[in-house]
């Protein structure tokens, strides 16, 4: 996996205030290629904070996988580095489209949806967070879609899908998002 160079914690901390509080303003100068992936790797870890695996045993490790964007898998390493959630170790990295690995979140890039369609399919109904970048995501199964809105990182989640899996989504993350369904909007 070709390296990014370490991304500096202050930037970590204000892309994790990004993600957080949607603080951006409509009209703002569009963000450079490092900050639109700090902010998409904060939102993961965000969206990995406020999810509940139940089946997951106590302390063990919780893996946040990458498909298609090393710039991301790199950015999500920094952020989660030497950072728990609940008791449980978080081990990001980069997957190939074809798997391989165990993941509790799936982020997969909007450029290679297609080559990880099978991993997808084979993920829906399983206690696994699938997000990307890709459009239409969400209301095409997914469960987490990444998107821009006025200058402005957005979420929608799939609400169908998250029930269709074991998982548990916070209310407050709820509560941020655009909530979907399958093939239609609410």
């Known amino acids: ?76 390493s920094a952020v989660t580095q030497g950072q728990t959630i609940e008791s449980h170790a978080i081990e990001a990295s980069r997957m190939p489209a074809s798997g391989g690995k165990p993941c509790h979140l799936l982020f997969v890039s909007q450029s290679s949806v297609r080559d990880a369609s099978p991993l997808l399919d084979v993920s829906k109904g399983q206690p ?30 799939n609400v169908d899908a998250i029930q269709r899996s074991t998982l548990h989504v916070s209310s407050r993350l709820l509560s941020l998002a655009k909530i979907v369904r399958d093939d239609r909007e609410r």
């Open 1 to 76: 996996m070709p390296s990014i160079g370490r991304v500096s914690r202050p930037r970590i901390a204000i892309a994790l205030l990004l993600a957080c509080t949607g603080v951006a303003r409509a009209g703002a100068a569009p963000p450079d290629a490092t900050s639109d992936v700090e902010v998409k790797a904060a939102f993961l870890y965000n969206f990995a904070k406020f999810a509940e695996w139940p089946a997951l045993a106590a302390r063990s490790p919780l893996f946040l996988c990458v498909v298609g964007d090393d710039r991301i898998a790199a950015a999500l």
């Open 128 to 157: 696994i967070l699938t997000v990307s970048d890709a459009e239409r995501f969400a209301s095409s199964g997914g469960m987490i879609e990444l998107y821009m809105e006025k200058g402005r990182m957005r979420f929608a989640i």
